[in-house]
Every structure is written in structure tokens, then in C-alpha cells.
């Protein structure tokens, strides 16, 4: 499974819907200070449901839509798009591709989107769960990160294995299930 494509429109820099595409293997992004490269990481954790406004580097939710420049007017609303390959069938979704989309107006509200269909932030979880792609994935690796898994508390860094081993979804079953 890899990140086939991300899609953004009005998400902070990105005020033009562009459309990027990825090959299987390593792509890096290079570009001068200030281009736009983390936006595009902020943009994919965004997508995956990512509620934390600081660790989008803003100080408030609405910061993520494009807010305007000099000669181009504010837009109203984000929009992100991400694509996996899902031909090795990892998630069990019965497509090849898996499109996940989030978008956001300046009331504040998201609404997501699985393969176009309306969904619940819930559903895109549950379909993640113990694939390490969730925004709070192994596969996002920020700056930082390494050192924050190794001080974590025993506990939290349980939580990383678990998602590697793939027994998140069972515990989270067994905690809806026994939820009064
Ligand atoms: P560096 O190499 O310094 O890490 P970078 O390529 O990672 O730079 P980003 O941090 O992704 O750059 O982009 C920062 C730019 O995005 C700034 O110019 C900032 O003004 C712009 N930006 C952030 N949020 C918005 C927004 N809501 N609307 C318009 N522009 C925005
Ligand atoms: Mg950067």
C-alpha cells in the first residue's frame, strides 16, 4: 500500500486546486523557506483527522484555509484529498483505491468523505486502525518524533507496538462493545 495522491484546494498556501502524484518508493519535496513543503505534511495529517490546531502550526482551526494574499481574496472553505494504492487489499475496503477527503468551512464544521461517500471522522479511524497510517500513525514521522517515542512513558510507547502488531482494532471493539 503507498500514497498514490493528495489533492488540495484552499488549504493554507494552496489557494489553486492542485493535484500531486507519487510513485511506489522515496519522493522528497524540495523547495525554498517558506514554499509550502510542510503545509503539504500539515495537509495529510489534516486529512486523517488530525483536531490538534497547535500541531498544525495555527492558533486556530480555521487557519488551515487559504486566508488570502495581497492580490487574491481569502477563500471559504479547504478541501484535502488523499489517495491510497489499496491493491494489496491491506485495508478492508473492497476498492482498489481508497480516497479520503476532509473539508472545512469557516463556521468551523468537517465533513469527510470515503471514496466520495459521506462518512464520520469514526469511520475513517476504524478503516485506518492498525495500518499506522492514522495521524497519529507510525507512517509520520515529524521532527521530533524519534525523540518522543523513546522519552515517552512505557504506556504511551505500548500504544506504537500495538498498532504495528495489529491488535488496536480489537481493543477498541471490545471497549464499544463493553461501553454502557
Ligand atoms: P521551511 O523550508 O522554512 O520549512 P516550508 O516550505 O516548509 O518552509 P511552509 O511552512 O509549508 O513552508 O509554508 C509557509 C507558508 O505558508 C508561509 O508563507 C505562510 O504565509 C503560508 N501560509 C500558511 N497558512 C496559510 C493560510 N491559511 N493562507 C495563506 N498562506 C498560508
Ligand atoms: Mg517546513
Wanted: proline residues 1%; contains cysteine; aromatic residues 8%.
Amino acid at each position: 500500500m503507498y500514497l498514490k495522491k493528495v489533492e488540495l484546494h484552499g488549504f493554507k498556501s494552496f489557494a489553486n486546486k492542485i493535484e500531486m502524484s507519487f510513485e511506489k518508493g522515496v519522493t522528497a519535496v524540495v523547495g525554498p523557506n517558506g514554499s509550502g513543503k510542510s503545509n503539504i505534511s500539515d495537509a495529510i495529517r489534516w486529512v486523517l483527522g488530525e483536531q490538534s490546531v497547535k500541531s498544525l502550526r495555527g492558533s486556530k482551526m480555521e487557519d488551515v484555509i487559504f486566508s488570502g494574499t495581497s492580490n487574491r481574496k481569502a477563500l471559504g472553505m479547504a478541501e484535502v484529498s488523499l489517495t491510497l494504492d489499496n491493491s494489496s487489499q491491506m485495508l478492508p475496503i473492497d476498492y482498489e483505491e481508497v480516497t479520503i477527503t476532509r473539508r472545512m468551512y469557516r463556521s468551523g464544521e468537517s465533513e469527510y468523505y470515503l471514496n466520495k461517500s459521506n462518512c464520520r471522522l469514526k469511520d475513517i479511524r476504524e478503516l485506518l486502525m492498525d495500518t499506522g497510517i492514522g495521524k497519529d500513525g507510525y507512517s509520520i514521522i515529524g521532527q521530533g518524533k524519534i525523540d518522543e517515542i523513546l522519552s515517552s512513558k512505557s504506556e504511551d510507547r505500548r500504544q506504537l507496538f500495538e498498532e504495528a502488531v495489529g491488535i488496536v482494532k480489537y481493543k477498541h471493539r471490545k471497549q464499544e462493545a463493553t461501553k454502557k
